[in-house]
């Protein structure tokens, strides 16, 4: 099964701050058909998980554009520039390349 | 809107078996595929089962293949997900999910039932 590691675990932030977490495939996340299935979701507390970005760098409907997401192969990032407080969550990357489809353990961004 | 709702969590003996429901609307049920993930308290993600838009093909882990069984009925917009053989660390909130296929696997997430597994 495809491991996707993210780091860090926990990222402190301050309001206003830019945020970067990392997730790292243990292969690559390229499908045969040239696209790559790696997307990025965020839970709220008390809330269901969210989709905030598709194929490693398509924003969904309604996401602002201060989430960024990026990479190729089996490295990709998320940025959030100018972190807001509707941002507080754990963010989890996802692929969708090899089945079984798989989850990253999380990142959760909270205040400083 | 779209929504995604889901009944039919519960308590369960170990062993024993469940079936969650979850009712479509706000789009065309049978353009998209759809999927389960759940969510063990305090823990992470795992996707558990997807089923194509037509009910033709279904998709399954190791974790739950031949003791779940994902449906759908796209008269009634329903989709389902029959647990048998339930066991201790099937405990968790179950997600239903819509798909677009080719593009994300989950665009749109219901609220979840928790199913807990215990004697």
């Known amino acids: 099964d495809v491991v996707l590691t993210q780091t860090p675990v926990a990222q402190p932030v301050t309001l206003g701050d830019q945020a970067s977490i990392s997730c790292r495939s243990s292969?690559?996340?390229?499908?045969?058909?040239?696209?790559?299935?790696l997307e990025w979701y965020l839970q709220k507390p008390g809330q269901s998980p969210q989709l905030l970005i598709y194929k490693v760098s398509n924003r969904f409907s309604g996401v602002p554009d201060r989430f960024i997401g990026s990479g190729s192969g089996s490295d990709f990032t998320l940025k959030i520039s100018r972190v807001e407080p509707e941002d507080l969550g754990v963010y989890y990357c996802?692929?969708?390349?090899?089945?079984?489809?798989?989850f990253g353990g999380g990142t959760k961004l909270e205040l400083k | 809107e779209v929504q995604l709702v889901e009944t039919g969590g519960g308590l369960v003996q170990p062993g024993r078996s469940l079936k969650l429901s979850c009712v479509a609307s706000g789009f065309t049920f049978n353009n998209y595929w759809m999927s389960w993930t759940r969510q063990a308290p305090g823990k992470g993600l795992e996707w558990v089962a997807s089923?194509?838009?037509?009910?033709?093909?279904?998709y399954y882990p190791d974790s739950v293949k031949g003791r779940f069984t994902i449906s759908r009925d796209n008269a009634q917009n329903t989709l389902y997900l029959q647990m048998n053989s339930l066991r201790s660390e099937d405990t968790a909130t179950y997600y239903c999910?819509?798909?677009?296929?080719?593009?994300?696997?989950?665009?749109?997430w219901g609220q979840g039932v928790m199913v807990t597994v215990s004697s």
């Open positions: 996802f692929q969708a390349t090899h089945d079984p489809w798989t």
């Open positions: 999910t819509r798909a677009t296929m080719g593009i994300t696997t989950g665009d749109y």
């Open positions: 292969q690559s996340l390229v499908h045969s058909n040239g696209n790559t299935y």
């Open positions: 089923i194509t838009n037509s009910g033709g093909s279904t």
